[in-house]
């Protein structure tokens, strides 16, 4: 008998909106099953009406049952012990101030004794390894920190079910593979069954018994994920692992590759690149920022930056990278002005930022913040976006104008945020996390739009975890660690020259085509030099 069934489920939300129809699906006692698909496609809301808690209020037809008996009979102390959710956010799940307090919560929550409490949080901070953070303040910690943090949370509740929704969507590409290897750990080795929400397949098919892809509300390829991702048309619009994009771009035959390594056998079979690279780097603008000596600390014992410099030229698309808590959205705060350096300048067109009024918000600068919630202020999508007609049809948001903002998709709130952000006459546009909750073909779209503005003259820094999408459309990249940025290139030199972060396409094929950052690009020279002739 299956743990988890799906029987066809339909649901719509109060405004009689269908986003899903004719639901089947069956997960295995152990099974590790991956739900993708474009932006809105239903994802998320499949994923909260299996837990009672989380589920969105609308009309549900069709079958949940989980471990033999269906949702609606399911007591809350066993849905709450049985079943686990880990949010996309940390800090929406995150309830208390101390890491130990926050691993108790749930367990006084099911009326554990206290023997049994410790008993529980004492193996399951040794199982995730968090000892030395095990005392800390929860608010203190990285983003990487309090995902694992909320997953060992609902782990300590020892649930046979694990629900993730997006959950390395926030998190830095080193933060996100370590938390993915965590969960190999609670699949493999306590046998919890796990159904994840992810764009990652770079990071997380390698793990998956079972890939089901979404489209529109329905279930349009459900299985095993070598045969799912071979399966599915237009390959492109889904956010499949580089070496498989690479794989069916060069029409290979055989097992189809899914992780770095199988990626790196399968081109092996290629020559060598001999010329000069693909991309021409363009030349620098005139300098419209400038970074001098930057110190900033939210607090007098946590210094942010210690001495950061960075120029930024006009017409640009500059990325910067790091880890959780770097400091990368603290840096754009404070070129939109909203924070003041403790010491060093911040100059625009050699002007002292805080010498600038209205003037800043009015004409000069646009912000996209990490959460695009921040930006909504209206009722309605239609009311948002009411001076944003040409952008409104790139983003494709007709049919949303209807609803209030909150009640979008992740995907959907950020095509709306940047539709508000990218449409103003602004001639630097700081964007945080840009591509969160977009998939392939939305990327698509908004690195048009980006080049576009860049073709105007505008310039753009983007902080991102995103490397494919920065690899793409940046010109320059640099990595903040440790209060200062440790390098700063142009998107070659920097992409190619990293181990860790650079691309999954790079590190593919970096021993034939050291500077290909992408799978088009690995794609197009393979084809160009063609395959070593065997010899007989």
Known sequence: M??????????YFENNKAVLKDINLSLEAGEFAVITGPTGSGKSTLLSLVKKEPAPKGKLTGEIIFSGKARADLSLFFAASEIGFVMQKPENQIVTDKVYHELAFGLENLGLKREEIERRIGETVSFFGIDSWFRKDTFTLSGGEKQILALASIMAMR???????????????????????????????LGVTVLIVEHRLDYVLSLADKLVVLDKGKIIASGAPRDVVLALENFEDFALPSATKIFRGLKGAGACPLTVKEGALFLSQYKQQIDPPLRKEDKNGKKIIQIR?????????????????????????????????????????????????????????????????QELYEEI???????????????????????????????????????????????????????????????????????????????????????????????????????????????????????????????????????????????????LYPEALTAEEVIALAEKHGKIIQNS
């Open 293 to 357: 000596d930057l110190w900033f600390a939210y607090q007098k014992t946590e210094e942010v930056f210690r001495g950061l410099d960075l120029d930024v030229y006009e017409g640009e698309i500059l990325a910067l990278v790091g880890g959780n808590g770097s400091g990368k959205s603290t840096l754009l705060k404070l070129l939109a002005g909203f924070y003041k350096p403790l010491l060093g300048k911040i100059l625009l067109w050699g002007r002292n930022l805080k010498s600038y009024r």
């Open 159 to 189: 649930p046979r079910l694990l629900l993730l929704d997006e959950p390395t969507s926030e998190l830095d590409p080193i933060a996100a593979e370590q938390f993915l290897s965590i969960l190999e750990k609670i699949n493999k080795e």
């Open 2 to 11: 299956a743990l988890l069934e799906i029987k066809n489920l339909s649901f």
């Open 365 to 511: 600068l646009a912000y996209l913040p990490q959460n695009p919630q921040d930006l909504f202020l209206e009722t309605t999508v239609a009311f948002e976006i009411i001076q944003t007609k040409k952008l409104k049809d790139l983003f494709a948001l007709e049919e949303l104008l209807a609803l209030h903002p909150y009640d979008l998709s992740g995907g959907e709130q950020q095509r709306l945020a940047l539709s508000k952000v990218l449409f103003k006459e602004a001639e630097v546009f700081l964007l945080d996390e840009p591509t969160k909750g977009l998939d392939p073909k939305w990327k698509r779209k908004l690195r048009g739009i980006l080049h576009e503005l860049k073709s105007e003259g505008k310039t753009i820094i983007m902080v991102t975890h995103d490397l494919d999408f920065a690899a793409k459309v940046s010109d320059r990249a640099g990595l903040i660690f440790d209060g200062r940025l440790v390098s700063l290139s142009t998107a070659i030199a920097f992409f190619s020259g990293n181990t860790f972060y650079t691309t999954p396409a790079n590190r593919i094929a970096r021993n």
